[in-house]
């Protein structure tokens, strides 16, 4: 069994009548639970709804750095939903915007301080943003939050700073991609029990799917992959990812 651990169904292409195809498509290549991601506040409700309609479906619920700066809707009523398994994507995104450095922090820290106050685990986003992540996380006020650096395609010193922090880290289909051996590298070397994998749909679709929109019955070739540079059979990697998804999130068991 595979774990899709980030995905999205709210965005615009995604429509209600797509949803079903999608999942029977995940279960058929034997993705049986799927992880689904808010990056807006707005994007809750409807992410409520759907675990309420498929009981395969679980949610993080956060808003995405991109929203720094504007209102922050209220979705922590939301948090005591029993498919409701952590606080995100949340985090610092400096690739396209850097002027608001001060706006995505403030909007970081307050969401990390939800997760704590509702005892669950954090979805992290960062990119082009490694000094600040590891400054804010190292923060004794976040000692000992458990969370996953998702969609992780950054160094292996932050890798390394987090994982001393007792951070996961999620392998999208990146590191399928050619030119990311430096990714497969730090992927290579983090401790087996620290790896989750995930699809982060409909983006980043793994080789041999590049180029089209990614589902997640494709997270197993991702898996694949991950299991190559381990150098261990797809069987055992399989295993370890469940393992390393459940402990993550013990409200999937």
Known sequence: MFIDTHCHF??????????????????DAGVEKLIIVGADAGDAERIIALCDRYDNLYAALGIHPHS???????????????????????????????????????????QLDIARAHNLPVVVHSRDAEADTAEILSAPEYAGMPGVMHCYA??????????????????????TFKNAEEIRDV???????????ETDAPYCAPVPHRGKTCEPAMVKDT???????????????????????????????
């Open 10 to 27: 709210t965005e615009r292409h995604v429509s209600e009548d797509e949803i079903s195809g999608i999942l029977q498509r995940a279960k």
């Open 68 to 110: 720094a700066g504007k209102a922050m809707p209220d979705y922590e009523h939301l948090l005591s939903h029993p498919r409701v398994i952590a606080v995100g994507e949340t985090g610092l995104d400096y690739h396209y915007k850097n002027d608001n450095k001060d706006e995505q922090i403030a909007l970081f820290r307050a």
């Open 223 to 253: 898996a694949k992959v991950l299991a190559g540079v381990r150098g261990i059979p797809i069987l055992e990697m399989e295993k370890i990812l469940l393992e390393n998804t459940l402990r993550l999130f013990p409200k999937m068991l």
């Open 187 to 197: 992927f290579r070397r983090l401790p087996a029990d620290r790896i989750l994998v």
């Open 154 to 175: 950054s160094s292996w010193d932050l890798a390394d700073k987090m994982c001393g922090l007792g951070f996961y880290f999620s392998a999208s289909g990146i590191i």
